[in-house]
């Protein structure tokens, strides 16, 4: 069965639509493009901590046959633009659904990841709490995307969470020997007491990569 990676991407806002040009031209079907912002108090470039207050992330979802050339194809034309760029890595997708399709892939994850991406999913006003306990723990920084849910009463839950408007998505790239902790110290948060007042999880992030050019 084939296998699947997604592509995720990290740029400066209004930079999304060239790096899904860039992907569709290399073979990719096509990507997808939301806005965040960064949470960061240090000039260092560290995990999705970028200095620009504004980011476009993008999702590219390519096989694995596909991958190393439109990863290729993103480093090459970022290097046009200035240093510190962005952040690309990947994440192993087993399952891919579209509608009235279904393929997949087995375990097929033969390199040895050495980040990985903590995603939390809470009630908005709190992403900041969030991040500070995560960097207490050792993260650099993290990307906060804001959500709404379109849920009224009765409609399902998604992962036990009422899906109600006003959320915000937290998303921190980490060393794979920081998770556990980062883990630990967004658990004693009293923001998150409540049951399905937030889910946190993790994947796995291989490729990773600084975007940029050279000088």
Do not use: W
Request: glycine share 12%.
């Amino acid at each position: 069965m084939t296998a699947f990676s997604l592509l995720v991407c990290v740029v400066p806002h209004d930079s999304g639509e060239f790096i899904t040009r860039t992907a569709t031209a290399a073979g990719a079907g096509g990507g997808t493009v939301v806005m965040g912002r960064n949470i960061t108090s240090n000039g260092l470039l560290q995990a999705l901590a970028l200095g620009d207050t504004s980011k476009d992330i993008v999702y590219i979802l390519v096989s694995e046959e596909q991958k190393q050339v439109v990863l290729k194809a993103i480093e090459t034309a970022s290097e046009t633009k200035r240093r510190d760029f962005g952040v690309l890595f990947t994440i192993d997708s087993t399952y891919f659904m579209k509608a009235g399709v279904v393929a997949g892939g087995d375990d097929y994850m033969a390199q040895t990841m050495t980040h990985q991406m903590i995603t939390v999913i809470a009630n908005k006003g709190y992403a900041d709490d969030i991040m500070a306990a995560a960097k207490k723990a050792g993260a650099g920084g993290g990307t906060v995307i804001n959500a709404r849910g379109t849920a009224k009463p009765g409609d399902a839950k998604f992962f036990g969470m009422e899906i109600v408007p006003e959320k915000e998505m937290l998303v921190i790239l980490v060393g794979a020997e920081k998770v556990q902790a980062v883990l630990d110290s967004i658990k004693t948060l009293s923001c998150l007491e409540k049951p399905g007042s937030g889910i946190a999880f993790c994947c796995p992030a291989g490729d990773f990569t600084m975007l940029g050019g050279k000088e």
